[in-house]
C-alpha cells in the first residue's frame, strides 16, 4: 500500500498561528497540542510533541509528492518565492539534496532553491525553526525519505539504509530534533492513519 506526506512543521507558537491563520495554507493548517501517545501499549513508543505543540501545514510540497500532488487545495513549492532580495540558497545543501534524490532514482523530488530560500526567510520571519519533511513508501519499502531543518542555518536529514530497513536515527527523527521534538523510536503518531486531524483544524 502506498503511503506519503509532504508537511511543513514548526512548533505552535502565538506568532506562528497568527500567521499560519492569515495565510493562504490557513485550510491546511493543524495544532496538535496534546502529548501524542501510540496506540500500541509499549510505552517506549509514547512521545510528545513539544513545550508549544507542533503547527503542522499538510499537504505543501511537489505537485509530484504523495501528499501535495493529491490533497484537494495543496499548496505547491513552485508557488512560493522568498523575498524580493533574499540571499541565495545554500549551494552545498543543495548538492547534498540532488545527490540523496539521485541515490533513490526520484529525480524532481529535490526541492528547488525557491522553496528552499522561502524556507529560510520563514524561519527568519518567525524567529523559530521550521522543518520540511517529505516521504513516500510502498508495501513498507521507502522511496524517498528526507527533511529539510532552517534554526535558521539549513540542513538535510536523509534516512540511511541496511538494505531496506531504516537506521536510526531517521531524517524524521533528527529533522524533529532541531524542533526540540525527541522521538525514542521510529513511530510517529502524526503519520498513523488513523490520527484524528479534523480535531485539530487550526480552523474550525
Known sequence: MAWGVDEIYLA????????AASSSFAHLAYVVKDPVASCWTQSLHRHE?????????????SPEGSQSGRTPGAVHWTGLLPDAG??????????QLQACITQVDMRGLDAPDTFRM????????????VMFYTASTFGGSYDYDYA?????????HATRFDGLRPCSPTALQSGLACLSI?????????????????SRALLR
Do not use: C, I, N
Open 148 to 156: 529539510l531543518t532552517y534554526t535558521p542555518q539549513e540542513r538535510l
Open 118 to 129: 522561502w524556507l529560510r526567510d520563514l524561519s527568519h520571519r518567525l524567529q523559530q525553526p
Open 182 to 198: 525527541t522521538l525514542p523510536t521510529t513511530f510517529f503518531a502524526l503519520h498513523e492513519r488513523a490520527f484524528d486531524w479534523p
Open 86 to 95: 533574499a540571499a541565495p540558497a545554500d549551494a552545498t545543501v543543495g548538492a
Open 12 to 19: 505552535a507558537t502565538a506568532r506562528a498561528m497568527a500567521w
Open 49 to 61: 510533541v513539544g513545550k508549544s505543540g507542533l503547527l503542522v501545514l499538510r499537504g505543501v510540497g
